[in-house]
């Protein structure tokens, strides 16, 4: 990271040491994760085809392109951190970002961990239940336990939780490059079995909006490196070169792998077994083929230690903005990690293990996720209407934004007019902000007696977690 440096006004600023090459990094190392070891299950359950199921894959890498290439406009030209949040703040006001943070804290943060962590639980258990499908209850309290450990690990130590991050990054990347070499080996040898009739599938549009969605949850993290702009150097000319270069590098791979789990599992285990890769590793390795699961649990262990760090952070920073409940924003005096955003963020987590089916977890954040992102899109072409004057470094050509927004519409109303239920429940849970925000935002007369019950929780939660706000530790230790 940045160290910061005083500028001729005395205040602190970020030095600039993120290279191209780390910023390339970065984003691959945020993409890749537990998705492209359950995720082609979901593409082929909802098309059956192989031929579909690899363009599909195709495809979600260039939207997911297209879609950092608008993140890098809205990332130079608003220089505000929070992202998605930050964007719907400056194009739309107060009351929209309000709702993107919302659905974050009860939809779109604790399902994405959620996600990840029985995708650990599943790839532990698997090797013990060869023959069918592990235990679900075995499943979620795995990754109730992964969850709880995580947390404790990221509210003891920042360093402990770096560390995590950096050791376990590199086991996904092993477990891919052993997967892409030998089904590229067994293609070879002449095994293509599995590539006869590719074509033959499903191709109604929900089947299609839904495998998109799948494919599109393990591109996520794509827009991971506008968090960082402030310290990449030359940021105008390295953002979107690290996108071009990290981009399509992903999309190779995650094509390369899919081609390899085709070779090699039979499309009945595919659209049976989540844990494709544990399958394949049978069928190849034998007696070795515990590695993979080994390899991606660890893969799987980091990115929840990731999503927890991140979303913790994104909490305190709505509860600085005041967006979020103040108790967000208190961090401990000593380890500077905060404590309270960090348990809420667990317990919702946990509270989504009461399902155990990772795709219909997937396909109910998924349209939230995609509303925010094209919101902030839209925010993006609005901006450039209501605020030509402020720079803007980078500007794509408006192509781009409207392809983009093209995809995530039919992504939105597919999936609405196919399955409504789920549709209904996100927008509902979304919609549920709109009076909290009027309530304990906007509402500044409140009586006193939710500043004393406000004010009761805030002090049971530093003295509980020996917290404070995080500008009384920088004068601590200033």
């Known amino acids: 990271m940045g160290e910061e440096v005083p500028n001729g006004d005395g205040k602190l600023v970020l030095k600039r040491k993120i290279t191209l090459f780390n910023g390339v990094g ?8 537990s998705g492209i070891f359950i995720s082609p299950t979901g593409v082929f359950q909802h098309t059956e085809s192989v031929a579909t199921s690899l363009i599909i894959w195709l495809v979600c890498g260039l939207l997911s392109t297209l879609g950092a290439l608008c993140y890098a406009e809205l990332g130079t030209s608003i220089t505000r951190s929070g992202g998605d949040y930050a964007y719907i703040y400056a194009a739309f006001g107060p009351l929209p970002a309000f709702l993107r943070i919302w659905i974050a804290l009860l939809i779109i943060r604790p399902t994405t961990q959620a996600i990840v962590a029985l995708t650990f639980g599943h790839y532990v258990v698997k090797p013990f239940f060869p023959e069918c499908d592990p ?3 075995a499943v979620k309290l795995l990754a109730a336990v992964c969850l709880i450990i995580l947390t404790a690990i990221n509210c003891i130590s920042v360093r402990w939780t770096m560390r995590i991050q950096d050791v376990f990054t590199t086991s996904k990347l092993l477990a891919l490059v052993i997967i892409i070499i ?3 080996s067994y293609i070879c040898i002449g095994h293509t ?15 299609i909006a ?12 794509w827009n991971y490196l506008n968090f960082v702009t402030e310290e ?14 990290a981009m399509p590098m992903v999309t190779i791979i995650y094509v390369m792998a899919n081609l390899a ?3 090699v599992v039979s499309k009945m285990d595919m659209k049976s077994n989540t844990a494709v890769a544990v399958v394949f590793g049978d069928i190849l390795f034998g007696g070795w083929s515990w590695l993979i699961p080994v390899f991606v649990a660890l893969s799987t262990f980091g990115g929840v230690n990731g999503v927890l760090f991140t979303s913790a952070r994104l909490f305190a920073t709505g ?5 979020m409940p103040a108790f967000f924003s208190l961090f401990h005096i000593e380890r500077q990690t905060p404590i309270p955003s960090l348990f809420f963020t667990c317990l919702i987590s946990l509270l989504m293990l009461t399902t155990s089916n990772v795709f219909d977890l997937i396909n109910y954040f998924s349209q939230t996720l995609w509303l925010s992102v094209g919101a902030s899109v839209i925010g993006m072409l609005w901006l450039r209407k209501a605020k030509p004057d402020i720079p803007r470094p980078i500007k794509v050509n408006i192509v781009i934004p409207c392809l983009f927004l093209v995809a995530i519409g039919c992504l939105v109303i597919i999936p609405a007019i196919t399955n409504p239920k789920d549709t209904g429940i996100g927008i509902a849970i979304m919609l549920s902000g709109i009076p909290v925000y009027y309530l304990c935002v906007r509402w500044k007369t409140k009586p006193d007696s939710y500043h004393k019950f406000s004010g009761c929780v805030l002090r049971f939660m530093q003295k509980l977690c020996s917290c404070v706000y995080l500008d009384s530790i920088e004068k601590m230790n200033n």
């Open 135 to 137: 235990p679900q209850d």
């Open 319 to 323: 509860a600085q903005e005041g967006h």
């Open 182 to 184: 030998a089904g590229v």
């Open 193 to 207: 079995e599995n590539f006869e009739r590719p074509f033959e599938g499903k191709y109604d549009a929900g089947s």
């Open 26 to 33: 970065i984003i691959i190392g945020t993409i890749i994760g």
């Open 210 to 221: 839904l495998a998109f969605y799948s494919g599109l949850f393990a591109f996520g993290g």
């Open 232 to 245: 990449l150097q030359d940021p105008y000319k390295n953002l979107p070169r690290a996108i071009w270069i």
């Open 261 to 263: 789990y085709f070779a």
